[in-house]
């Protein structure tokens, strides 16, 4: 889907982390829809999405009713990480604020390459691709990333 496809931007923006292989497992996820919610984006295209839970899943539905399934795994404060159900899966920061959800995608450069070296994260010379191999790695980072500029956001819409 088009909200959550990570390895399209990532490729776009470089920087991303990914993995080899899904590093949390399904007894992670938390999904936070209770009930299924309509997002939309909040730019000119406005595309709608919506938002359940599957098991520990989110299941969540593009305008062309294609399905990605998400595993939104805790943070606190109302922040998770997003692992999508790519094979190679990549990792993105979710929060939601009211009726608002963000997307943030922390980038290597982000991080020194002393700390990633120190957690055990692969990357390339200009940390432009960093690997990890379990979900520590990724938590580590992702709790202590000091912030940046959204690379989506969406509000809910109410079906009165």
Known sequence: MRALSVAALCLLLAGCFSSAEPVFSADRGQCPFTTPMVYEEVDETAYRFTFETDGAYCKVT??????????????????????????????????RNGDRLTQYLPRCQDFSASRLRR?????????????VTDAHQIETLFRSWGGGRPTGAYRRVRED
Do not use: K
């Open 62 to 95: 593009d305008p062309d009713n294609d399905v990605t399934l998400a595993l939104f795994v805790p943070l606190g404060r109302n922040r998770w990480i997003v692992q999508g159900d790519e094979e190679h899966p990549s990792y993105i920061i979710m929060r």
């Open 119 to 131: 957690l055990g994260i692969t990357f390339d010379e200009d940390r432009r691709n960093c690997t």
